[in-house]
């Protein structure tokens, strides 16, 4: 699916036709925003005949697996970011691969599944500017800031969901010790170790981006792309902490479950010990001698049961006066 907004003199307009991008590239006052969705064949055959992009990056674009970067082809740039979000099951994150086309007058999004970034994005491009009533116009660099800025912003939502988790596995740990807490918490690592491997490449994108100041943007929008950067530095240092909560949290879990597993083994060792005793007394009474004045007793069996008890007895109030029960 493809949407092609073009801004000229102040005005935007969209689902303009595709045959007529050559064109309006030719002129460089008006800036072209083409977005692909779930691209096919023909959508990369566009993408190398009327923008002339280069074979590799359209493949890169097409495959959707690419690790986040940037990348100089002559006339325009290729960039790898990825948005983020728990999905439609809210059971895992789901990264979302998001490739730019960026030239001096154009921008190319082409990705796999629905963003809502990008459709947010491409609604206040249309109500009025891409970043809303701020000081960046319809330009490229502008539109690139507002998208990747979006994309970032959603990141912190995500990390809030993320500690809501934590603290509901922590409840759930020490409060109740689900046993099924443990397969929560690989999981939410797992997770997290996908999204530190998007995140951290991502720092390095915007620092070649304000690096090289490439001539898609003005200088006066740098600083806006320094404080994705930020944003982007926050959300790492946040991963890297919740992957230490979890790591705390699944050495508590284990330290309580081998507790738990100390206490069992010692009541089982007491009872162990019980029950030896009341052995040792049958045992001797069990002895083949001919001559035991038990023998003949007519109390002789309820003697040694209430011996075997007293003993049992005394066995359970040491233990309890040693704290071992």
């Given at each position: ?11 935007v ?9 050559r ?29 002339g ?61 629905p ?11 249309l ?13 490229v ?79 006066d ?9 930020d ?18 949290a699944?050495?508590?879990?284990l ?38 004045p ?28 040693r704290?071992w029960?």
């Open positions: 699916m493809r949407t092609l907004i073009v801004a000229e003199d102040g005005r307009t969209r689902d303009a036709p595709t045959g007529t991008i064109e309006l590239l030719a002129r460089p006052e008006v800036v072209v925003w083409l977005d692909i969705q779930s691209p096919d064949l023909d959508d990369a055959r566009l993408l190398e005949d009327e923008f992009f280069h074979p590799l990056a359209v493949e890169d674009a097409i495959r959707a697996h690419e690790r986040p970067k940037v990348e100089a082809h002559g006339h325009y740039y290729f960039i790898v970011f990825y948005a983020a979000d728990f999905g439609t099951t809210a059971d895992a994150i789901d990264l979302q691969g998001l490739h730019l086309f960026v030239g001096s007058n154009f921008l190319i999004t082409v990705h796999a599944t963003i809502s970034e990008v459709t947010d994005t491409m609604n206040r491009c109500a009025g500017g891409p970043s809303g009533a701020g000081p960046l116009t319809h330009q660099g502008a539109l690139v800031y507002a998208l990747l800025d979006a994309v970032v912003d959603e990141y912190f939502p995500l990390m809030d969901q993320v500690a809501d988790r934590i603290e509901d596995l922590e409840d759930t740990i020490f409060i109740q010790f689900d046993e099924r807490s443990i397969q929560t918490i690989f999981s939410l690592k797992k997770d997290l170790l996908r999204l530190r491997h998007v995140v951290s490449p991502q720092r390095d994108v915007m620092n070649r981006l304000l690096r090289l100041e490439l001539p898609v943007f003005r200088q929008d740098l600083p806006y792309l320094q404080d994705i950067y944003h982007i530095v926050r959300v790492t240092d946040t991963v890297d902490t919740y992957r230490d909560l979890l790591s705390s699944l050495d508590s879990y330290s309580l479950q081998s507790n738990r597993l100390n206490e069992i083994m010692k009541v089982l060792t007491i009872a162990s010990i019980v029950l030896m005793s009341a052995a040792l007394v049958t045992g001797f009474y069990g002895m083949n001698f001919r001559f035991m038990e023998l003949d007793w007519p109390l002789g069996e309820a003697y040694v049961l209430g011996l075997m008890a007293l003993i049992g007895a005394g066995l359970v109030v040491y233990f309890r006066r704290k029960l």
